[in-house]
């Protein structure tokens, strides 16, 4: 068979068949009495041979190696080419999840797709101050992509940096809740603590019913989290875990004040003080801290169960509750 129809036939074209022949990989066997290649049916095979490795990555010289040499190991050499190509797909992933950032923020021009890609490019420095600065820095009335900044705070584990993303995605309006709210539901504890965090710095109603969502999270520190913001938000649900925290000693000062906020509804304050009086039998240490909470309670029913502190057993109790009980302003 002639090289055009070898040509027409393989779909490798005459040139790269004559390229193949300089470089030994496939000699047609035959000539012609014309002198024109002529190429049998092994020489055909051959040249699929050659394609096939082809496809897989392998260069032209690892291809006559592995052709010329019959007890070649593939194992060694396809490893590699896993390698290569799982790198360059993870090259691949990283520039079309910019290009789909960049695309997300919907820049008017030029100065826009450049704040973007500088934005990214800070966001993957190893510094946190580099990081930091690169959320914080003058955006010339560039909006900062709502998704770009969702997934960045839901992986930042630096507390300063995180703060700052926190900041830019309340800035960027409610486009990011969606976003958040996703990694609240996230399979991650670390991530569903973040995503709480960040929701708390978004208004709206639609934040303040992903925070009461996440009241029954069975991580205890995305549950605390979230009673904390949702409380701030007036939903009496956070109440029992708002009160566990207290007794456990878990950002109780924070969790008492919350409580006297939402104590000013008097049905959600009957809630609180009946919550509380519930861990009055509890150790010495608890006691004391439910002493400062009821400080932070109006009533008269407060006042009556600080009293009953106020007469303790413990000394150190009955010593902190009467404090506090004479430094409350009277009903």
Not at 50 to 79: C, I, K, M, Y
Not at 175 to 200: F, K, N, T, Y
Not at 301 to 324: C, F, H, K
Request: overall charge negative; hydrophobic content about 45%.
């Amino acid at each position: 068979m002639l090289i055009g129809e070898v040509a027409r036939r393989s779909g490798v074209s005459s040139r790269m068949l004559r390229h193949y022949d300089s470089l030994g990989l496939v000699r047609p066997t035959g000539r012609t009495v014309g002198g024109y290649r002529e190429y049998s049916e092994a020489d055909i095979r051959r040249i699929f041979h050659v394609e096939g490795l082809r496809s897989l990555g392998l260069s032209l010289r690892q291809v006559g190696r592995a052709l010329a040499d019959p007890a070649f190991t593939p194992s060694t050499l396809v490893g590699d080419l896993v390698r290569r190509t799982e790198e360059r797909l993870k090259r691949d992933q990283e520039l079309l999840d910019r290009l789909r950032a960049i695309d997300a923020s919907a820049p008017f021009g030029w100065e826009g797709v450049l704040r973007v890609v500088e934005l990214l490019h800070g966001l993957d420095s190893p510094s946190p101050a580099s990081r930091q600065q690169a959320v914080l820095a003058p955006a010339d009335d560039v909006p900062l992509p709502a998704e770009l900044l969702v997934k960045a705070v839901l992986a930042e584990r630096d507390p300063n940096v995180a703060g700052a993303l926190r900041w830019a995605l309340a800035r960027a309006g409610g486009d990011g809740l969606a976003g958040v709210a996703a990694g609240a539901r996230s399979p991650d504890a670390d991530v569903r603590r973040r995503a709480v965090l960040a929701v708390a710095s978004l208004p709206g109603d639609e934040a303040t019913a992903v925070l009461t969502g996440a009241l029954d999270d069975p991580d205890p520190d995305v549950r605390r989290r979230a009673a904390l913001a949702a409380g701030r938000r007036g939903v009496t649900a956070a109440v029992p875990v708002l009160v566990g925290m207290v007794a456990e000693g878990t950002n109780d000062v924070e969790a008492s004040e919350v409580l006297g906020t939402l104590s000013l509804d008097p049905a959600c304050g009957e809630r609180i003080l009946a919550a509380l009086a519930v861990e009055l039998a509890a150790a010495p240490a608890v006691r004391i801290r439910l002493a400062q909470a009821l400080a932070e309670l109006p009533g008269a029913g407060a006042r009556d169960l600080l009293g009953r502190l106020a007469g303790d057993e413990d000394p150190t109790v009955a010593l902190v509750a009467s404090a506090l009980l004479d430094a409350r302003p009277a009903d």
